[in-house]
């Protein structure tokens, strides 16, 4: 379970998470995490988040949104709210790290998906920031914080959900893994 203060890494590519507010602090209402990215390129797909805005404050480095097909990029004490049901992604493209307050409202499990996102990797099961697409199915089905993939039509992604999902978790494939935050979804 996510705590204030806990720390996540992710050794493939260095990157690293601190919650300075879990949902459980907030009652639910936001998540914000300290992020340091050393990683570049667009490390997770381009996406949109049915129920929940991200905030992204910028402390050091460049970070370079995607947003409904435009590319802009912030830097220091610069700050954007990406609104829900907005396709969009956001990056380090330089050779320096990153680092930014990311704030998710309302919470929902983000703070679920961020722990369980560092453990996966730190257990060898990513490959290049990729965690498989049965994988992303499975997290995409069973997590509240809805998400869907922005490149492929949303029809098509609730046919694979919720034909392929269900079959993977016979398979132990989870959106939430009791190993890495204390319960299972």
């Given amino acids: 379970m996510p705590t204030k203060g806990q720390k996540t890494f992710n050794p493939e590519n260095g990157d690293s998470y ?35 805005d991200e905030t992204f404050e910028v402390v050091s480095g460049k970070l370079t949104v995607w947003s409904d097909g435009q590319t802009r990029t912030l830097s220091a004490g610069e700050k954007i ?24 409202t309302p919470a929902l499990d983000f703070d679920f998906l961020v722990e369980n996102l560092a453990g996966l990797a730190a257990d060898g099961k990513s490959k290049n920031g ?32 919720n034909t392929i999902a269900p079959l993977a978790r016979l398979f132990g494939y989870r959106a939430i893994y009791k190993k890495y935050s204390g319960i299972e979804k």
């Fill in 18 to 52: 601190e919650f300075l507010e879990t949902a459980k602090d907030t009652n639910g209402q936001h998540v914000t995490l300290k992020a340091t990215i050393h990683s570049k390129g667009e490390f997770v797909p381009r996406h949109f988040h049915v129920y929940q």
């Fill in 130 to 161: 990729k965690y498989g697409f049965i994988q992303e199915l499975v997290t995409l089905k069973y997590l509240d914080s809805k998400a869907y993939l922005a490149g492929i039509p949303i029809g098509i992604q609730k046919v694979l959900m």
């Fill in 81 to 104: 709210t990406l609104p829900k049901n907005i396709p969009h992604n956001h990056y380090n493209i330089e050779d320096i790290p990153l680092c930014y307050i990311h704030t998710v």
